[in-house]
């Protein structure tokens, strides 16, 4: 049994589909491209794929992960070529590597993401001051809002790095098993509209040390 | 060009509701070059994506015309309400969902005619577009044409066409393309084109026909104007075996209605029952070989990675080889974990076997048609089946394992009576009561459930009750409640029916004539679309808008036509004759069956005869 870890790149409207429209996507990629994946034993078997967290809806992203479980040995090359023929538009491979025996899976590994965010020209100082004051206070109270109901959650803990250049937020924010803190929710909270936002990426997705999984 | 498609992703889709139906980008997903390309259609199903991309029609066509080095054709769906509001907030036309292009920008527009319901939705999309929305308005601009099941009763929505199409597209679509690049080339004027286009078999030109009517109110003609054939045919492929039908599916991104792959077995279905306008006009029936189907799954499983198989047609238990197919699709592909599944079935336990062989995973509902309740009542329909029928089907269905079973009735038929009422509900318990038998011989603790699904009959144009009055909305409501009253008596038995309001503006425009199209127009100016959803659906402003145009839809749905009144379809015809139609009518008033003429001798509807076409069975199976 072999497991492998993916990282792909998703660009383009193709990132306006949500989390869960994208798993299922992938179920059809991968048979597609006649991968052999373990399936689930017993009533309503599923295939081993472990993705990392949801990217929320829009927002693009350099690296995306999934561990895939194989029912046989494949070469990384093979794997790679023949998923590669069978990608949509807007989404391509970035790096595929086996996983080594002991190795965290991917869904306990991810703590947080960078995020490059581009908005409409607004006046460099203030934007600047903006950020100081949001990063100053101690709790900064956000209402989530989900079919599951409305709560009220304090972001601050979950805001790693906040930074302005003029152009363009870079942001590192929580994500994963214990959380997820949204660049749309940071903007927010600067008093930014979300009709002011041009493009959202996501650069990286890290372990709790920083480094990549 | 490339302004419009970056405005639709930075203005629209991160504002709106679940963004990724109007993304397009699906696997498979055709995008010619534009300026390359001599002629470019838009083909725009009047329903949402998720609704839209279900439609088998448009997945044919879409590869048809795609296949043809000088056209293109690109998809569009009518926007959710949300999505709508934004694009008339931005000013952003539709747009199309391959390229992002406006629809306006095409030169032939084409729309399904799927049920008329969605004709609202037909306006809307236009205006959305910003194409003038009556044919006598636009001079330039795209050609707006139609197709579809509703291309044989097109008058209501004939002020909003230039032309439609009758029957199947597969040949007559690149012909009517090829003919409009020409006229292009040549620099003829619309209206020259018309002229020319009513020559070729299968085009209907509305405004080349002049209708007059009565101090009654009924037709008194019905007039061919510059050479247009007094009748139209529908076109037909006599070998489907040779039919072009796609190698690669759009595989969608995001949930669609009907997610899998469908392999479409046969078409037609001679069955014949009286009711139904898919069995007239879609005769005969002309199967596709095993072989060929098999070719066909292996390229389309290849290429979309499906996971699941559905066997299309108006009755797939009558493909003479369908124990052969399935057989065959299940040793090939169950290994890879690849489903199968029907439609719909046929009430008898041959069917029921076949939905057991299928069967993948968890059992849960099966669902049967009886349509009536009594047997006075199905001869009068012709669907020959027989209270066995129903009870062995059910038995068996019970006996394998199925816990819930669904039966869909109508009312409001023809000659119906009380006892045909009460038919419903006796069939109904007795099913229950089998299955409970059932339960308790093998011990089986699952609760079961029978539900009943009631529909108020609508008559259609192109079947034996074209000619019959629809039953009134009282009276509906008044039979919708008896059966809700009796059903109460029985625990496990649940009852549920449809908004008889729909059924009724179905009638009226499915009988209608073309002056329906300014109370279409009215309805649309009031607010009125998506009438298919119940909760879009405005029955009071339909009413008012009727009443603004100075007509009823009692007019158009209730009224009993004569033998000799001219029906608004009169001039288009699927091969299928007026003549054996009345025959038919009166035959069912009698409560006097006709066989279905795959397995007896021709019954005389004439469609073979007219179209030099027959029926086309590639098993022996019988
Ligand atoms: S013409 Fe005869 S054989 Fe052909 S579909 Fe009609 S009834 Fe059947």
Redesign the interface.
């Known amino acids: 049994m072999s497991i492998f870890r993916c990282c792909y790149r998703i660009q383009?409207?193709?990132s306006?589909?949500?989390h869960l429209?994208?798993l299922?996507?992938w179920?059809?990629?991968?048979?597609?491209?006649k991968i052999p994946v373990s399936?689930s034993q017993g009533?309503?078997?599923h295939t081993k794929i472990a993705f990392g967290p949801a990217r929320p809806?829009?927002v693009e992203s350099l690296r995306e992960y999934f561990d895939i479980e194989l029912q046989q040995e494949m070469e990384v090359a093979d794997f790679s070529q023949q998923l590669s023929l069978?990608l949509?538009?807007?989404i391509s491979l970035e790096e595929v590597r086996p996983v080594q025996v002991g190795e965290k899976s991917i869904t306990a590994l991810i703590a947080m993401a960078n995020y490059s965010v581009w908005v409409e020209a607004h006046n460099g100082m203030d934007i600047k001051k903006r950020i100081v004051d949001l990063l100053a206070k101690e709790e900064i109270p956000y209402l989530k809002t989900s079919p599951k109901g409305d709560k009220i959650v304090n972001l601050r803990p979950g805001i790693f790095v906040l930074e302005w250049d003029g152009e363009m937020f870079t942001m590192q924010l929580l994500a994963g098993n214990s959380g997820h803190v949204r660049p749309e929710e940071v903007l927010s909270c600067l008093g930014i509209e979300?009709e002011e936002?041009?493009r959202m990426l996501r650069t990286d997705l890290l372990c709790a040390d920083g480094a990549r999984p | 060009m490339v302004v419009l498609r970056e405005r639709i992703t930075r203005e629209l889709l991160p504002f709106v509701t679940r963004p990724g139906q109007y993304i397009g980008g699906e696997y498979n997903q055709i995008v010619k070059d534009w300026d390359s390309t001599q002629l470019k259609m838009a083909f725009l199903f009047p329903d949402t994506y998720e609704i839209g991309m279900s439609f088998v029609g448009m997945r044919i066509l879409y590869h048809v015309v795609n296949a043809q080095p000088d056209f293109l054709l690109e998809r569009s769906f009518a926007p959710l309400v949300d999505m709508e509001a934004r694009m008339r907030e931005k000013g952003i036309p539709l747009f199309t969902w391959e390229s992002g292009r406006a629809v306006k920008d095409f030169d032939v527009v084409g729309f399904t005619l799927q049920y008329e319901m969605s004709y609202s939705n037909i306006l809307n999309m236009l205006d959305l577009a910003g194409i003038p929305l009556l044919a006598k308005d636009r001079v330039s601009g795209p050609l707006v044409v139609a197709g579809g099941p509703g291309a044989f009763n097109p008058e209501p929505v004939a002020d909003f066409f230039d032309l439609f199409m009758l029957g199947e597209g597969e040949e007559l679509l690149p012909e009517l393309l090829a003919a409009y690049e020409k006229s292009k080339q040549a620099g003829e004027s619309k209206h020259d084109f018309l002229v020319k286009a009513a020559q070729i078999p299968g085009v209907y030109v509305p405004s080349l026909y002049q209708v007059t009517y009565g101090e009654d109110g009924v037709i008194k003609e019905i007039l061919p104007l510059e050479n247009g054939p007094a009748v139209v045919y529908k076109r037909v492929l006599p070998d489907m075996d040779l039919a072009m039908y796609p190698d690669k599916e759009l595989v969608p991104l995001t949930q669609v209605v009907h997610d899998r792959l469908v392999l479409e077995v046969m078409r037609g279905c001679t069955r014949g029952c009286r009711f139904c306008q898919a069995g007239i006009i879609y005769r005969p029936v002309r199967e596709k070989s095993v072989d060929k189907l098999i070719q066909q799954a292996d390229a389309l499983l290849e290429s979309s990675g499906y996971e699941e198989m559905g066997l299309m047609s108006l009755s797939t238990a009558d493909y003479s080889c369908v124990n052969e197919l399935i057989s065959e699709l299940l040793d090939r592909y169950s290994e890879e974990g690849v489903g199968v599944s029907l439609p719909s079935l046929r009430v008898d336990a041959f069917s029921v076997d076949l939905a057991e062989k299928v069967q993948k995973v968890r059992k849960s509902g099966l669902t049967f048609a009886p349509e009536a309740g009594t047997q006075r009542m199905r001869n009068v329909i012709n669907k020959g089946v027989t209270e066995e029928h129903v009870l062995t089907a059910t038995k068996a269905a019970f006996s394998q394992g199925w816990s819930q079973i669904k039966l869909y009735f109508m009312i409001g038929l023809p000659t119906e009576t009380k006892e045909d009422l009460d038919g419903i509900i006796d069939l109904a318990v007795k099913v229950l009561q089998n299955g409970k038998e059932i339960a308790r011989e093998k011990g089986i603790r699952k609760p079961l459930k029978v539900s009943v699904s009631v529909s108020s009959f609508v008559p259609k144009s192109h079947t034996p009750f074209q000619w019959f009055g629809q039953n009134t909305l009282a009276e509906l409501k008044e039979k919708q409640h008896y059966l809700k009253e009796q059903a109460k008596q029985y625990k496990n038995l649940s009852l549920n029916y449809h908004q008889s309001e729909v059924s009724f503006l179905e009638a009226a425009f499915s009988r209608g004539d073309r002056r329906l199209g300014q109370v279409l127009l009215k309805a649309w100016e009031m607010g009125c679309k998506f009438d298919g959803w119940t909760e879009h659906f405005k029955y009071q402003t339909w009413i008012d808008a009727f009443a603004a145009c100075g007509y009823t839809p009692e007019f158009f749905a209730y009224r009993e036509m004569d033998k000799d009144e001219v029906l608004p379809w009169q001039h288009l015809s699927c091969g299928v004759s007026q003549k054996w139609l009345w025959h038919e009518w009166q035959k069912a008033l009698a409560e006097d069956l006709t066989a279905d003429c795959r397995h007896n001798p021709c019954s005389g509807c004439g469609v073979c005869q007219k179209l030099g076409v027959d029926n086309d069975l590639k098993g022996a199976g019988r």
């Open positions: 383009g409207n193709i306006f589909l949500s429209d994208l299922q996507a179920q059809r990629i991968l048979r597609r491209a399936m009533f309503n078997p809806v829009g069978a949509p538009e807007g979300k936002t041009k």
